[in-house]
């Protein structure tokens, strides 16, 4: 949304002809959300533990590292998003209909085996899917990096493709 903020504040431009790259300046409009995406991780974990008593068998250090690979695909769709987006609330609209169908569909709410085929096909295009896995074979297996390296996979191909393309969205929406 903060890349659409800036169109319609008419700051945008100025931040374009600055000596920066276009790539860079989408990786500065990431970094504080990804802060801010840790931060929202540590409170989760934090709670899970101490307050509903969830056992940490994992490794948090792997967590963190493999939680990079996720936020940047995710991260990457909302700078994909506002790129592609004229207003704020065309954005969020844009926002809502990728989000809902990730929170149904990732096995998070209910388990991909009970789905219609179609929605399995579908769920695995979802990178939640892939971090969902993740983070419940670190917490609740205690799993390595040998084990969850096939998950680890697809986000890293998924957010280099998304951020790929919203740079290239960018530059197409500016130019």
Do not use: C
């Amino acid at each position: 949304v903060s890349v659409v903020r800036e169109r319609e504040k008419g700051t945008l431009e100025a931040l374009i002809v600055s000596p920066i790259r276009r790539w860079e300046l989408l990786l500065g409009k990431i970094i504080p959300n990804l802060v801010v995406a840790y931060g929202q991780m540590t409170m989760t974990l934090l709670v899970a533990h101490y307050v509903f008593d969830v056992p940490i068998r994992g490794s948090l250090s792997l967590l963190y590292v493999l939680a990079a690979a996720f936020m940047l695909g995710t991260l990457g769709i909302g700078i994909f998003l506002s790129a592609v987006s004229r207003t704020v609330p065309q954005a969020m609209q844009l926002t809502f209909l990728t989000f809902l169908p990730s929170i149904y569909l990732s096995g998070l709410l209910f388990p991909i085996e009970g789905m219609p085929t179609v929605a399995q096909y579908l769920s695995a295009t979802i990178p939640l899917t892939y971090f969902l896995r993740i983070v419940r074979g670190i917490v609740l297996k205690g799993a390595g990096f040998s084990y969850l390296w096939p998950s680890l996979l697809p986000l890293l191909v998924f957010g280099v493709i998304i951020f790929s393309l919203a740079v290239l969205k960018f530059r197409k929406t500016l130019d």
